[in-house]
């Protein structure tokens, strides 16, 4: 039923949509790209596009998460590892974002145990602990959502510095309130811990099962 419920608020979002959160994912995978070095051994077979050599992630980083522990990357090494960008008001691309991956995650059956998925906060202000825990598993259970404290908005920063992710807020038609514009993208994380692939908000739930089939192998 919560499925349900959430692709109803979806469809609600969209049309809605107040003009924020609009996808940055040219922008993005451009930078991705200038960041190559040098062509990668072998390039995946992927939907979206093999960012292995292209300098993001690489470090382990601490956020937090239900009930206000400490989640660590690196204590998801052995899975692939989906990292998502955005925020709990968002009217339209991160719920669609989350949906995908939650769709994917069925197709991949059994095989979902072996995959993570984490929701980064870009508007740790209004995106507390509480409503973190709240807002990730009504996509899936599995699901985790990440925020910070403001003693610690520098490991938030860090983190969108490392994966190339920008935001800022723009004006709302309610006052008091704003949206939030931020890079759409979102990156899967290989079973080592590398940064292997980048997959544009366009993807399909089958593109994003695709793609982490290959990782899973």
């Excluded at 920008?166 to 514009?181: F, I, N, T, W």
Aim: hydrophobic fraction near 40%.
């Amino acid at each position: 039923m919560i499925y349900r419920f959430m692709r109803i608020i979806v469809g609600l979002g969209c049309s809605l949509a107040l003009g924020a959160c609009q996808p940055q994912q040219q922008t993005h995978s451009a930078a991705a790209e200038k960041s190559h070095t040098k062509p990668a051994s072998k390039t995946l077979a992927v939907e979206g596009t093999d960012v292995r050599d292209a300098g993001l992630g690489g470090h382990d980083f601490t956020l937090l998460g239900p009930d206000g522990q400490p989640i660590h990357l690196s204590q998801f090494k052995g899975k692939v590892v989906a990292l998502v960008f955005g925020y709990t008001h968002c009217p339209d691309v991160c719920p669609t974002n989350l949906l995908a991956y939650a769709d994917a995650l069925g197709q991949l059956g059994p095989r979902a145990q072996d995959v993570q998925v984490l929701f980064v906060t870009v508007d740790p202000e209004r995106d507390t602990i509480k409503v973190m825990k709240r807002y990730a598993p009504a996509f899936h259970p599995t699901f985790i959502g990440l925020t910070v404290d403001r003693l610690h908005q520098a490991d938030l920063d860090k983190v969108m510095q490392q994966y190339k992710v920008v935001s800022r807020k723009v004006a709302s038609d309610v006052p008091g309130q704003y949206m939030v514009d931020h890079s759409t993208g979102t990156y899967l994380i290989d079973r080592n811990g590398q940064t292997a692939v980048y997959e544009p908000h366009s993807q399909t739930a089958t593109q994003l099962a695709h793609d982490i089939k290959i990782l899973l192998d």
